[in-house]
């Protein structure tokens, strides 16, 4: 049994790995470029969109429901715009924003065939 869900597995990660990765390129070269100004500003506080979050809706890896953010209002605004500026002048994403949750739903075919399934990805609410 172990063996048989251990093969199925791996069977998703190699179909999804290669789904999600299909338009990475290998040889991205970066030139740094020299200003005096950044390019982009912080994100403002407009920018901060709290209140068009929609409601019930999975609220992914953070386990933090949009209705609670939602609830805080102008406070909770307020202390997401500061984490999200902190990560801004960072310039590196929280771990935890990496992570997302693959959800598999199976459309017409047979089950066992990897692209009978479509699948959704849960971000952290954040």
Not at 7 to 35: F, G, P
Not at 61 to 78: A, M
Request: hydrophobic content about 30%; proline content about 5%; aromatic content about 4%.
């Amino acid at each position: 049994m172990i063996t048989d869900t251990q093969s199925i597995l791996t069977k998703w990660r190699n179909y999804l790995s290669q789904l999600l990765n299909a338009h990475r390129v290998n040889d991205v070269r970066q030139t740094k470029i020299h200003t005096a100004e950044p390019l982009v500003p912080e994100p403002s506080d407009d920018e901060i969109a709290i209140q068009k979050m929609k409601r019930h809706k999975s609220p992914g890896n953070s386990q933090i429901p949009s209705e609670l953010i939602k609830s805080g209002r102008r406070t909770t605004q307020f202390e997401i715009h500061k984490l999200v500026n902190s990560i801004w002048n960072k310039k590196e994403l929280p771990v935890e924003w990496k992570k997302l949750i693959i959800i598999l739903n199976s459309e017409k075919g047979k089950e066992t065939d990897c692209s009978n399934h479509r699948s959704m990805s849960l971000l952290s609410t954040t």
